[in-house]
Nanobody, 127 residues
Framework: QVQLVESGGGLVQAGGSLRLSCAAS????????MGWFRQAPGKEREFVAA????????YYADPVKGRFAISKDNAKNTLYLQTNSLKPEDSAVYYC????????????????????WGQGTQVTVSS
């Protein structure tokens, strides 16, 4: 059974940092792309960042470039999202996702290409 379990969310003041983690039980391979998405109340789920499981190329949404960093520990089957200089507008439920169908191009931003999802972790940034 495939499982993605996020942790590390919480309440933080504006300007603060949090490191989100995602423990993955799926069988990782060169064709797996991992991503972080977020969804704020009343808004659609949006892409945050992505990384190939075997690779170093990272992708970021414009609002988080320079503030967030996606990384992975292949030995621990764990995905991370380091969030820095947090703003109130970063408040959302953050989801870890895995895609075994994404094959290249700009599709890494499309949530429908991710076939496994975690339960989400809440990030709240106070002003």
């Amino acid at each position: 059974q495939v499982q993605l379990v996020e942790s590390g969310g919480g309440l933080v003041q504006a300007g603060g940092s949090l490191r989100l983690s995602c423990a993955a039980s799926l069988r990782t391979s060169s064709s797996v792309t991992m991503g972080w998405f977020r969804q704020a109340p009343g808004k659609e789920r949006e892409f945050v960042a992505a990384i190939r499981w075997f690779g170093s190329t990272t992708y970021y949404a414009d609002p988080v470039k320079g503030r967030f960093a996606i990384s992975k520990d292949n030995a621990k089957n764990t995905l991370y999202l380091q969030t820095n200089s947090l703003k109130p507008e970063d408040s959302a439920v953050y989801y870890c996702a895995a895609s075994t169908v994404y094959s290249g191009g700009s599709g890494y931003t499309r949530s429908e290409l991710y076939n496994y999802w975690g339960q989400g972790t809440q990030v709240t940034v106070s002003s």
